[in-house]
Each structure stands twice: as structure tokens, then as C-alpha cells.
């Protein structure tokens, strides 16, 4: 069974400029999450979806950030315009139901976003 | 809002030690505590994961507890090898909501 992946690996961009990150989440897993940690702090949470549903996306840092998972398969996320805060490593995670009952998430490998 | 603090951030422990792993977490509604090994250049594994009606599980040479009371669980690594280097991190779950640690940077010396 092919993992989460995640494209790119790593992407540098200056302020100002727009990023687009790509998450394949594992063929029949609904529910789809994106993460991000800042150096050294917490995973946190973004948002997450149900199919091609927004479930939830209190976490989303304001709205210079873009979710959308057209169809229910892949996820993009869009930064536009990208800021110096917005460097971070931004993990996609997806699961076939609740964490607790599906035994935890599977987590992509990350793209590793930096803004100079 | 919800937070779940880990401690400490770093640990160098000799190989053949054990490390041992502190997390406490604010909502007392978490019923799943997972916790997750991510390896250079990869992402978070699931290594080991405790629902809140058990209050310790063991898996070969790692292990967790949980105390709901005092809202406190660790990860307990015994005979430590330099394979076990990584960064950790636990997470309390409710719902479809997980909200992780800050991680911890294993160091295991051979």
C-alpha cells in the first residue's frame, strides 16, 4: 500500500511569492489533515477534511492560506501571499476514521517551506 | 485552548540505558494517546498508542503509562539503541482532534 505523499520535499520562496503543497493521502482514507511545526515547537493542527469537505479549519493561520481537496482525493494547500512566519514544515496526515479507532495517522514525509 | 506540553526537549542517554518521556495534557475529554517517532527526513511513525481505559501498555522494549487523574503519560524506551535516535512526540486525541507535543530529540551514544 503506497504512504502519504507529499510534493514537494522542500520549497524556498521569497516574501510575497505564492506556494502551492501537494498531499496524496493513502487510496480510501476520507479523512485527510494538514499539520505544521514551526522549529523546534508543536506539531500543530490546521485543518482537516472529510472527503472534499472542510471539517474543520479553526487552525488555519488567516486567510492567506488555501485548502482544497477537489474530488476527495488529493489536498492542495496555497500560501499567497507567503510571509517569514510561514516557514515551517507542513505535514499531511490522513486516516480511514478517528484517530483512536484507526490506530493513528499515517504521515507524509513534510515539505519543508522556507520564506526569505 | 488545548495544549499538550512534553518534557524534556532533549535527551542523551548511553546506549543500553533507559529514556524516559513526560507529556501532560490539558482536555480531559482525550480518550487516545499516541506517540509518534519521526526519523530524519521522514514523518511522524506511529510507535505505540494507549486508549484512556488502560493505564499501561508495553510493546517489546518500549512502553507507556497514563495516569487520567493527573492528566499526565510517558514513553518508556528500555535497552536503548542508537536506532532509537529520533525526535518524539505524544498527542492527546478526542475526537478527530490531535494535538501533539513539542517533540523530543532522542540521543542514544553508542
Known amino acids: 500500500e503506497a504512504g502519504v505523499t507529499q510534493f514537494p520535499s522542500h520549497s524556498v520562496i521569497e516574501k510575497g511569492q505564492t506556494v502551492t503543497l501537494r498531499c496524496d493521502p493513502i487510496?480510501?482514507?476520507?479523512?485527510l489533515y494538514w499539520y505544521r511545526r514551526v522549529m523546534g515547537k508543536e506539531i500543530k493542527f490546521l485543518l482537516h477534511f472529510v472527503k472534499e469537505s472542510k471539517q474543520d479549519e479553526s487552525g488555519m493561520p488567516n486567510n492567506r492560506f488555501l485548502a482544497e481537496r477537489t474530488g476527495g482525493t488529493y489536498s492542495t494547500l496555497k500560501v499567497q501571499p507567503a510571509e517569514l512566519e510561514d516557514s515551517g514544515v507542513y505535514f499531511c496526515?490522513?486516516?480511514?476514521?478517528?484517530?483512536?479507532?484507526?490506530?493513528?495517522?499515517?504521515f507524509g514525509s513534510g515539505t519543508r517551506l522556507t520564506v526569505v | 485552548g488545548e495544549n499538550v506540553e512534553q518534557h524534556p526537549s532533549t535527551l542523551s542517554v548511553q546506549e543500553g540505558d533507559s529514556a524516559v518521556i513526560k507529556c501532560t495534557y490539558s482536555d480531559s475529554a482525550s480518550n487516545y494517546f499516541p506517540w509518534y517517532k519521526q526519523e530524519l527526513g521522514k514523518g511522524p511513525q506511529l510507535i505505540i498508542d494507549?486508549?484512556?481505559?488502560?493505564g499501561e501498555k508495553k510493546d517489546q522494549r518500549i512502553a507507556v503509562t497514563l495516569n487520567k487523574t493527573a492528566k499526565h503519560f510517558s514513553l518508556h524506551i528500555t535497552e536503548t539503541q542508537p536506532e532509537d535516535s529520533a525526535v518524539y512526540f505524544c498527542?492527546?486525541?478526542?475526537?478527530?482532534?490531535?494535538?501533539f507535543g513539542a517533540g523530543t530529540r532522542l540521543f542514544v551514544k553508542a
Open positions: 494507549i486508549r484512556s481505559n488502560v
Open positions: 498527542a492527546a486525541s478526542r475526537g478527530f482532534k490531535t494535538i
Open positions: 487510496s480510501g482514507h476520507d479523512n
Open positions: 496526515a490522513s486516516s480511514q476514521d478517528l484517530a483512536r479507532t484507526a490506530g493513528g495517522y499515517t
